[in-house]
């Protein structure tokens, strides 16, 4: 007898565009057939009326930190959540071979990938100053590491944070890039500067894929160009695709971002563009207000390694990212302390609910992709993101009617879970059932296959 059977759902089929009525047949964690399904199984499953999606596939996650983990990875397996990629933004919040083996041992909420951070190995290397430059027997032994975590815990690629790190130049992170030898990996890019220089700042990305040889991911555009310069910023993502430049781009569906107060986002000279009541504290006793000068320098001082929501973005430049056929949706969610912000609790149903359903940004299909296939042939997972034979289970069943987030900048709602979503599968196993995790250790560790 086979394992389960989903009946009666609406799976997406992603080469005709549209939505069929089918039932789902899963044995030994795989999908084995789509269809009109006859056979008898162990259990069955009634989705009439939702939607039987591919697992979601976040392309830019952050691992949060030892003590925090696994409360971002559960956030974000609440969500639909079953692949994430961590690492980003040039950091390793878990030194990855510490993090591969934790999930190698104990499983986790959802499936990891993961980037090595150039800043940390930066910091690996003793280069601690993030406005020094390295020496060139610090980038050697950047290499050096680089090339043994290659073969260590088969990363997706490197992951850079040039904003967190102004000293890192162009030729650093291209020279760092011949350690990985092979063809076939991916580079992530938290972009140099934002507003203005955020044009600039993409075309950097695609000279370093240009000059490398390796896919860029750019990270977050939404928090790079949603200050009036998204349509520049898309142009020099557009050309670069159009002179055969592998270069795509993530983003949230949200007006503000969220980083540690005491980065180099918030130094002085950044400030000069940047309003104090634009910034929101997120812990201690002055948690929930806006800033001013003299908050924002007590904070900075005293809390250095606080998250703080910045409200700067116009939201209407993020629907444009959302409608470009190169931008797939990324949570960039972590949450310290159990707070921070709602785009590491709500990203994915506020793409599917609100930006698809209701203000009709994008089609629910053209969401979806940007959450499961796209994401899943970036990273060359040929088992994932799609409901069709041969595929991995893991799959969200949810109410395309009713999917909302929840979670919002107040403090204690800030995680919400969201509406809509019945159930959660990892390798054909319930993970989730309306809103309750009942298996936090189906994710797995799976080392990137750069070689397609």
Same mark, same amino acid.
């Given at each position: 007898?086979?394992?389960?059977?989903?009946?009666?759902?609406?799976?997406?089929?992603?080469?005709?565009?549209?939505?069929?009525?089918?039932?789902?047949?899963?044995?030994?964690?795989?999908?084995?057939?789509?269809?009109?399904?006859?056979?008898?199984?162990?259990?069955?499953?009634?989705?009439?009326?939702?939607?039987?999606?591919?697992?979601?596939?976040?392309?830019?996650?952050?691992?949060?930190?030892?003590?925090?983990?696994?409360?971002?990875?559960?956030?974000?397996?609440?969500?639909?959540?079953?692949?994430?990629?961590?690492?980003?933004?040039?950091?390793?919040?878990?030194? +990855?071979?510490?993090?591969?083996?934790?999930?190698?041992?104990?499983?986790?909420?959802?499936?990891?990938?993961?980037?090595?951070?150039?800043?940390?190995?930066?910091?690996?290397?003793? +280069?601690?100053?993030?406005?020094?430059?390295?020496?060139?027997?610090?980038?050697?032994?950047?290499?050096?590491?680089?090339?043994?975590?290659?073969?260590?815990?088969?990363?997706?690629?490197?992951?850079?944070?040039?904003?967190?790190?102004?000293?890192?130049?162009?030729?650093?992170?291209?020279?760092?890039?011949?350690?990985?030898?092979?063809?076939?990996?991916?580079?992530?890019?938290?972009?140099?500067?934002?507003?203005?220089?955020?044009?600039?700042?993409?075309?950097?990305?695609?000279?370093?894929?240009?000059?490398?040889?390796?896919?860029?991911?750019?990270?977050?555009?939404?928090?790079?160009?949603?200050?009036?310069?998204?349509?520049?910023?898309? !142009?020099?993502?557009?050309k670069g695709r159009a002179e055969g430049v592998d270069i795509m781009a993530d983003c949230y569906p949200y007006d503000a971002f969220c980083t540690?107060?005491?980065?180099?986002?918030?130094?002085?000279?950044?400030?000069?563009?940047?309003?104090?009541?634009?910034?929101?504290?997120?812990?201690?006793?002055?948690?929930?207000?806006?800033?001013?000068?003299?908050?924002?320098?007590?904070?900075?001082?005293?809390?250095?390694?606080?998250?703080?929501?910045?409200?700067?973005?116009?939201?209407?430049?993020?629907?444009?990212?959302?409608?470009?056929?190169?931008?797939?949706?990324?949570? !960039?969610?972590?949450?310290?302390?159990?707070?921070?912000?709602?785009?590491?609790?709500?990203?994915?149903?506020?793409?599917?609910?609100?930006?698809?359903r209701d203000l009709k940004i994008l089609s629910l299909m053209d969401a979806l992709k940007k959450m499961t296939i796209m994401p899943a042939e970036?990273?060359?997972?040929?088992?994932?993101?799609?409901?069709?034979?041969?595929?991995?289970?893991?799959?969200?069943?949810? !109410?395309?009617?009713?999917?909302?987030?929840?979670?919002?900048?107040?403090?204690?709602?800030?995680?919400?879970?969201?509406?809509?979503?019945?159930?959660?599968?990892?390798?054909?196993?319930? +993970?989730?059932?309306?809103?309750?995790?009942?298996?936090? !250790?189906?994710?797995?560790?799976i080392p990137y296959d750069n070689r397609g």
């Amino acid at each position: 007898m086979k394992d389960l059977k989903i009946v009666n759902g609406l799976v997406p089929d992603f080469k005709e565009n549209c939505f069929r009525e089918a039932d789902v047949l899963i044995h030994d964690g795989v999908i084995e057939e789509v269809g009109s399904v006859t056979a008898e199984t162990a259990e069955v499953i009634d989705a009439a009326g939702q939607v039987v999606a591919p697992g979601f596939l976040n392309i830019h996650a952050h691992e949060d930190d030892p003590e925090g983990y696994p409360f971002t990875a559960e956030r974000e397996l609440l969500m639909g959540v079953t692949t994430e990629i961590a690492g980003n933004c040039g950091g390793n919040a878990y030194p +990855a071979e510490a993090f591969k083996a934790k999930i190698d041992q104990e499983g986790s909420p959802s499936n990891y990938l993961i980037f090595i951070g150039q800043n940390s190995l930066r910091e690996f290397a003793g +280069a601690t100053d993030p406005y020094g430059k390295t020496t060139p027997a610090q980038l050697d032994q950047m290499k050096k590491e680089l090339a043994r975590l290659t073969k260590a815990v088969k990363p997706v690629g490197l992951s850079n944070g040039f904003e967190y790190h102004p000293a890192i130049t162009t030729e650093e992170t291209i020279e760092l890039l011949t350690a990985l030898e092979e063809e076939g990996y991916l580079t992530a890019a938290h972009f140099r500067s934002d507003g203005a220089n955020s044009p600039a700042s993409t075309q950097e990305l695609v000279d370093i894929s240009r000059a490398s040889g390796y896919a860029m991911q750019m990270s977050h555009i939404g928090s790079c160009a949603a200050y009036g310069y998204m349509r520049p910023t898309l !142009d020099v993502l557009e050309k670069g695709r159009a002179e055969g430049v592998d270069i795509m781009a993530d983003c949230y569906p949200y007006d503000a971002f969220c980083t540690a107060l005491g980065s180099a986002v918030f130094d002085e000279d950044q400030m000069k563009k940047r309003p104090y009541e634009a910034i929101m504290i997120t812990m201690g006793e002055n948690a929930g207000k806006r800033c001013d000068k003299e908050l924002f320098e007590y904070e900075r001082r005293v809390h250095p390694e606080m998250g703080v929501v910045c409200f700067e973005m116009k939201i209407e430049e993020v629907y444009e990212a959302f409608r470009n056929p190169l931008v797939m949706v990324g949570s !960039d969610g972590g949450f310290a302390g159990g707070i921070g912000h709602p785009r590491g609790a709500g990203t994915f149903p506020k793409v599917l609910g609100s930006f698809a359903r209701d203000l009709k940004i994008l089609s629910l299909m053209d969401a979806l992709k940007k959450m499961t296939i796209m994401p899943a042939e970036r990273l060359k997972l040929k088992t994932k993101g799609q409901v069709a034979a041969g595929f991995d289970a893991d799959l969200v069943l949810f !109410d395309p009617a009713t999917i909302r987030d929840r979670a919002d900048y107040r403090l204690e709602s800030c995680t919400l879970p969201p509406e809509g979503i019945s159930r959660i599968l990892i390798a054909g196993k319930t +993970a989730v059932l309306e809103n309750q995790i009942l298996r936090g !250790d189906l994710g797995r560790y799976i080392p990137y296959d750069n070689r397609g």
